[in-house]
């Protein structure tokens, strides 16, 4: 159980395109989703809370203008990373929290490659 | 607050083995373990609750002492599976965002 997947795996796309990145909790409801940068070799960096049916929470000095987050069900959130640049590549993981047990662990997705060129 | 793992990185031999540390300045709800690797998202390792606790997974085991703000990894008679990057995550409060810390690389050699 809790198996959270991503869509898509890795991505290659041109400077200024947006790229869409899906989360899926496939076993579970999520009331709260989670999105969270990695650079290589380095932490897991949380950029944004997304809540079904509300707005996303953005940590400090995320744009949330750039970084699109919409939670459209208890099972999908969704990322948008508008006008991309090269700087905007990274790993992307996001990750799950069951609605009905929270006290649990959030549960991650497999991550999302982006290399924006 | 991030909080703090240590070491940074270790290497182990097969068999032998390794304590992994996490320290928060702030109070703590509960800590998270997550291994991670090279290319992959972090897996689930377990979770510890306020009130003290100590889990055990196979040769993994965990301890929290709520009152120091501090929490151990224990990695008994490590296996080459065991390689990878061992985060700690922290919650302030039940159902908070938990924050990582800058993880623990772990090499264990055959």
């Known amino acids: 159980g809790a198996v959270v997947s991503q869509h898509p795996s890795w991505v290659i796309c041109k400077s200024g395109t947006s790229v869409k990145i899906e989360c899926r909790s496939l076993d579970f409801q999520a009331t709260t989703m989670f999105w969270y940068r990695q650079f290589p070799k380095q932490s897991l960096m949380l950029m944004a809370t997304s809540n079904e049916g509300s707005k996303a929470t953005y940590e400090q000095g995320v744009e949330k203008d750039k970084f699109l987050i919409n939670h459209a069900s208890l099972t999908l959130s969704t990322l948008t990373v508008t006008s991309a640049h090269p700087e905007d590549s990274s790993f992307y993981i996001c990750?799950?929290?069951?609605?009905?047990?929270?006290?649990?662990?959030?549960?991650f997705g497999p991550g999302t490659r982006l290399t924006v060129l | 607050q991030q909080p703090v793992q240590s070491p940074q990185a270790v290497i182990l031999r097969e068999g032998e083995d390794a304590v992994i540390n996490c320290s928060s300045s702030?109070?703590?709800?509960?800590v998270h373990w997550y291994r991670q690797k090279h290319g992959e998202a972090p897996v689930f390792l377990m979770i510890?609750?306020?009130?003290?606790e100590q889990k055990g997974h196979e040769k993994i085991s965990a301890s929290f002492n709520e009152k120091k703000q501090q929490s151990s990894l224990y990695l008994t008679a490590s296996q080459l599976s065991y390689s990878g990057t061992y985060f700690c995550?922290?919650?302030?409060?039940?159902?908070?965002?938990?924050?990582f810390g800058k993880g623990t690389r772990l090499h264990i050699l055959p």
């Open positions: 990750s799950a929290r069951p609605r009905d047990f929270p006290t649990d662990t959030q549960y």
């Open positions: 702030k109070a703590l709800y509960s």
């Open positions: 995550g922290t919650e302030s409060g039940r159902d908070d965002k938990i924050i």
């Open positions: 510890l609750l306020k009130g003290g």
